[in-house]
């Protein structure tokens, strides 16, 4: 707009100029920078000798494509770090670009225009704040790209467009920075970085005496600090050419770093004791016993072997957090075997794209429908994978409505160990029985195919059967419970649990065979074996020689498998006696004081470290069969209940738990629906056994409608 100055008086243009001064102060709201097809935003911060000066910063377009195939056409650093969960309450101030008024303006338009050019200002959240001032150069201009600045996160149209081009950013970039943050006010962190260096430089064990305990616990300090919970940075890294770490003023790069975990993995034993061995310094532990709950040792391993498929590396880092839950598969997009450019087998389904306007259940419905058609399988059902919903929207953003996940959309609320956020406590459930795509060691239904349909394509009805006095007729639709050779179970015996009525576009409907109904659940707390489970498997207590004990004692305690996944070796049977009358004079076995007390002896800490990866904070269940040679035993949830079902899902490869539950009203006792409590571990039906000499008629088995 140009004005006309002849028709303004001084207080008029005094007004003006005021106006115009406000608005130069207002939020920045990426007007003057839109993006258009195929383009990125590229940060430039600008230089200033003063640390504690106001940082200067301005937003340039530039085509992806260029970047990607002239590498030098503008170099630009691309930044890994946590968010935090502080408000965004720093100034960034962004400058509105070089444009100039025309020379023959007069000297109120060129004013305005000036003003109109002025700095927005940007609201970050501290930790960027302070890396921004640890990155700015005195002397010169520094490009960057930086995500909450570069992508407008208002906008969930440009944000899907732009999530899928992070891949080819950090890939581009010329050096992927990792900033864990600004160092602590101890110097634990300073200290920290230092060390890395003596740990590639010692040549001795010196580093592994006492000495250097208090170095050591400072970096277990400096590895958990909230980056390595980021579920983002595990493809930051992934991807970078060159990658440096940065905390405060110091600085290293990642391989170093990286080989620095490595070293603390191999010596994690020895350093472990001389930490302990050291007052005050344990505190530091917090119940870490080995090193697999320490999200810095995940991604040195990951970044190791990086081709894994996308619902193997969903499965594998439920330990890294997001703070939008539909990241949860959009951040492994990029890394997954699937889109690598290696030669591999051509891709049968398109993998799922990002698009953040849509809820968080389309997402997830997205992701295992892609997971069940690509493995033609039905484990993604039982794997702890996804993020649960946030409780509230995310502040001022675009997020859609929040929504229930249903029981076959596993959370990582309950993974076989704790997130690394909420500190190292050690194991809080058993290993997984499915494993991984690349580990499965179980095949429940040999050679069945999974059907499944999904609620949120198509909502059907359920529909009630028609009763006759009062009473309801069993079906062909009814469900029948029976372990081979046993009589049939109808459904109308099982006590049904009530629940309110929910959306059926959360359901699932699924095929498969249920084999037996449990009776009565034993919990297994924390790795300690009841006395009344070791009965019901065979254990006389108070012995004080055995000669034998029944198979299915030890094979069930160890899920009849090693943690190889392959056959259990034929000591774990002498390994179980010797702690059965070594160390149940209570009539319990408690795994953990026989690891406390008999750690050295290998033949019983090796056995006792199984149960413990099957058992822990587990439920032994019985489906009570009078006959011994049918008898149904095994290992479920822990919150499995009486009278849940033992089932086995055409697809899925091992058994599985599923709870009847009824809406209510009149006397129907078919169920409305069904919750999927978890996976099972059941002794003789792993491999088959369940379905393997069943007739093609029985074969049809049941659907269950899943929700």
């Known amino acids: 707009m140009v004005l006309n100055t002849k028709c303004l008086d001084e207080e008029t243009t005094r007004q003006i100029i005021a106006r115009t001064t406000a608005r130069g102060m207002d939020e920045y709201n990426y007007d003057d920078c839109p993006l258009q097809k195929g383009r990125i935003r590229i940060l430039l911060l600008k230089p200033d000798a003063d640390r504690n000066g106001d940082i200067v910063v301005e937003l340039l377009s530039c ?30 101030f962004v400058g509105m670009g070089a444009d100039n008024p025309k020379p023959e303006s007069d000297e109120i338009t060129k004013l305005v225009t000036l003003l109109q050019r002025r700095p927005k200002r940007f609201k970050v959240k501290p930790t960027l704040h302070e890396f921004l001032r640890e990155f700015r150069d005195s002397t010169k201009e520094v490009g960057l790209w930086v995500d909450c600045f570069c992508i407008n996160q208002k906008d969930s149209q440009e944000k899907s467009d732009q999530v899928s081009k992070i891949a080819t950013v950090y890939s581009t970039a010329a050096k992927v920075s990792i900033w864990l943050g600004p160092a602590d006010e101890d110097g634990k962190t300073d200290r920290a970085m230092d060390f890395i260096r003596s740990i590639l430089q010692a040549g001795t064990g010196e580093i592994f005496t006492r000495d250097y305990a208090r170095a050591w616990s400072e970096l277990i300090y400096l590895m958990r600090r909230t980056w390595f919970s980021r579920r983002w940075m595990v493809q930051e890294v992934a991807l970078a050419k060159e990658a440096e770490v940065r905390c405060g003023s110091k600085r290293i790069h990642w391989r170093d770093f990286s080989d620095a975990v490595s070293i603390f993995t191999l010596n994690f034993d020895t350093i472990l004791k001389i930490i302990k061995s050291e007052l005050g310094l344990d505190q ?37 957090s997001v703070s939008d839950p539909r990241d949860t598969v959009y951040t492994l997009l990029s890394l997954a075997k699937e889109n690598s450019k290696l030669p591999q087998k051509p891709k049968r389904y398109a993998l799922p794209e990002p698009d953040y306007g849509i809820n968080l259940l389309q997402v997830y419905t997205k992701f295992v429908q892609w997971c069940v058609q690509e493995s033609e399988s039905l484990d993604i059902l039982c794997r702890h994978w996804a993020f649960p919903e946030l409780e509230h929207t995310l502040n001022n953003e675009d997020y859609p409505e929040l929504v229930k996940l249903p029981s076959w959309i596993k959370t990582v609320d309950d993974p076989a160990r704790g997130a690394q956020k909420q500190g190292f406590g050690g194991r809080r459930t058993g290993d997984s029985f499915v494993g991984t795509p690349e580990s499965c060691c179980y095949n429940a239904s040999p050679g069945m195919s999974p059907t499944i349909s999904y609620g949120i394509d198509q909502i059907i009805p359920i529909q009630k059967e028609e009763q006759t006095n009062g009473t309801s007729e069993g079906t062909s639709e009814e469900i029948a419970v029976a372990p081979l050779g046993q009589q049939m179970i109808k459904i109308s015996q099982i006590h049904l649990v009530k629940r309110p009525q929910l959306d059926l576009s959360t359901s699932i409907t699924v095929r498969g065979r249920c084999i037996g109904r449990i009776i009565k659940p034993s919990l297994m707390p924390k ?45 774990y ?67 499995s209940q009486a009278n849940d079902l033992v089932c086995i899902l055409y697809g899925l490869s091992v058994p599985c738990i599923l709870r009847p539950t009824w809406r209510g009203g009149g006397d129907d006792y078919t169920p409305d629906y069904y919750e999927l409590v978890g996976e099972a571990f059941i002794l003789g039906q792993m491999d088959g056994e369940g379905i393997v000499d069943l007739s093609e008629e029985e074969l049809r088995g049941q659907e269950f409608r899943i929700m």
């Open 63 to 92: 085509s992806i494509d260029e970047l990607a195939r002239i590498p030098d056409y503008y170099p630009f650093t691309a930044l890994s770090y946590n968010w935090g969960d502080e408000d965004a309450s720093r100034d960034v």
């Open 284 to 320: 530091c532990l917090e119940g870490i016993t080995d090193m697999r709950p320490l999200n810095a040792q995940i991604l040195v391993d990951l970044l190791s072997n990086p081709l894994q498929s996308l619902e193997s590396l969903a499965s594998s880092l439920s330990t890294f």
């Open 527 to 571: 790795g300690i074996i009841p006395k009344q489970v070791l009965q019901s498997l065979g254990y006389e207590s108070g012995s004080t020689e055995l000669i034998s004990i029944p198979d299915a004692l030890w094979r069930t305690l160890v899920a009849d498998r090693g943690p190889d996944g392959k056959p259990p070796p034929s000591r």
């Open 573 to 639: 049977h002498r390994a179980c006696m010797i702690c059965l009358v070594d160390d149940t004079k209570s009539g319990h076995m408690d795994t953990n004081r026989i690891l406390q007390q008999d750690a050295n002896v290998k033949l019983k800490a090796d056995f006792v470290k199984r149960v413990q990866a099957v058992c822990w904070n587990r439920a032994f269940i019985d489906c009570g069969q009078d006959d011994a040679e049918n008898r149904l035993v095994g290992i479920g949830p822990g919150d």
